[in-house]
């Protein structure tokens, strides 16, 4: 009995120590490593996670460049889109206009902006587009309405009452996230030039600024402006000039 208790034990020691061994080979702490190994493991599901929600909350910005491309390559014919109050619109050059920078002659983007949406009453968005264009601003879209370029044309050629005035739309998702647009119409007056960042993902922080949304017209939204002496004052004093020369 007295020999089976000690085999027992030595037994029992052996395993011990097999399981102590079992934690170090060649002076390296498995047991460290293994809770490395589990720590990158959820580092990197975190990581897919973030990865998966990015791509989803700039989903819309990304159809919306695809939507540019494919529109472009697909070979349609002009004619058959939209037709503007003089004629035919260039599909190419609304196109390119849209879908750049909305940049001015030297190279940064407009001062004078009117955020807007195709859900806009038409009569308001005839308006607004008349009167920026007089000022020299611009009129900014987010995007596509269902990602498509003929339904944005169709839509727009129903509220642009001159051809010059397509010079002055375009779309600019950065712009939006920019200034934080969050209602339409929002008029903004930039205090200086101001280049948007490149990329989908990239949100500029752009110079002060003055902001004001609500149904008014571009001409009191500019007057506020110029009357409380904000950033953006000197611009919309220039807008309202260019606004009493056009008519």
Known sequence: MRKTILTLGIIAVSAGFGA?????????????????????????????AEVARRAEEYREDTQTIQAVAMERVKGLDPQALAKGP??????????AAASGNLKDNRGTAPQFM??????????????????????GGFVVFRGFPNNSGKQFLAAISKVVDKEDQYASIGIDPRLFRAFDVQAV?????????FTPCDGLACKTTP??????????????????FAGDN?????????ALRNMGGAR
């Open 114 to 135: 009117v955020f807007v949406s195709l859900s806009m009453p038409e009569e308001a968005l005839k308006r607004i587009i008349d009167e920026t264009s007089a000022a």
């Open 86 to 95: 003089t004629g035919t619109v260039d599909f190419d050059e609304l196109v």
């Open 20 to 48: 102590a061994l079992a934690q170090t080979v060649d002076g390296l702490d498995l047991g460290a490593i293994q809770a490395r190994a589990d720590a990158q493991s959820q580092d990197a599901a975190v990581l897919s």
């Open 230 to 238: 904000g950033p953006g004052a000197l611009v919309a004093r220039t």
């Open 185 to 193: 119409p929002t008029y903004v007056a930039v205090s200086s030039d």
């Open 207 to 224: 110079p002060p600024f003055d902001a004001m949304s609500g149904n008014v017209t571009v001409s009191y939204a500019l007057e506020t």
